[in-house]
């Protein structure tokens, strides 16, 4: 029953985000974009790299990896389970709000909704389950931090660069996180339930 309140937390934030969009108020979340984002070609260059880092083909690559050289292959049921939830109900989503994406040119290709960002939730549950995983390991604590440090850095640009190639807006993206952070904090629950 412990931290039951992240859930709630995490589950108002996407609500809260979902409100602004339904009553046409989410322009002023979405307005960040003119403070966070300016583009050069090298910039962009490098975020059409690490946006590949949250795409389908990409996680699942890494998914595949991580079977093969991860000795707990039960742990992973709970990352496969939690990838694979967030991302049916991510697609959902999509389907119910039919979000164009932003007007802009796309510096990347795209064909689906907007809202919320399937990259955003991708690299949210999958390095944030990584996270974990190095949290219950037996690495030294500074070990712990530097890898927890990286892979945040990855979520985070992997974020960044959906909005920076323009085909995604903010509240897509924090929308993308807030889901999957309810979805790693349930199977998280549920693998610490079973242990």
Known sequence: ????????????????????????????????????????????KVLKIVTNLGSLFGILFLCILLFIFYKEKKDLLYLYGAIVLSTILNNILKIIFRRPRPMLPHLVEENSFSFPSGHASAVMTFY??????????????????????????????????????????????????????IFLDIFIKLKEKKA
Do not use: A, P
């Not at 108020?25 to 974009?33: A, E, G, H, Q």
């Not at 995983?133 to 959906?162: A, D, E, N, P």
């Open 1 to 44: 029953m412990k931290k039951n309140y992240l859930i709630v937390i995490e589950s108002l934030l996407l609500l809260t985000i979902i409100g602004l969009l339904l009553t046409d108020k989410v322009y002023f979340i979405d307005n960040v974009y003119n403070w966070i984002v300016v583009h050069n070609s090298f910039l962009t």
């Open 128 to 181: 944030g389950y990584l996270i974990y995983m190095i949290w219950q390991s037996t690495l030294q604590k500074k070990l712990k931090i530097i890898f927890s440090i990286f892979l945040t850095i990855i979520i985070l640009m992997v974020g960044y660069s959906r909005v920076y190639l323009n085909v995604h807006y903010v509240s897509d993206v924090l929308s993308g996180f807030m889901l999957s952070l």
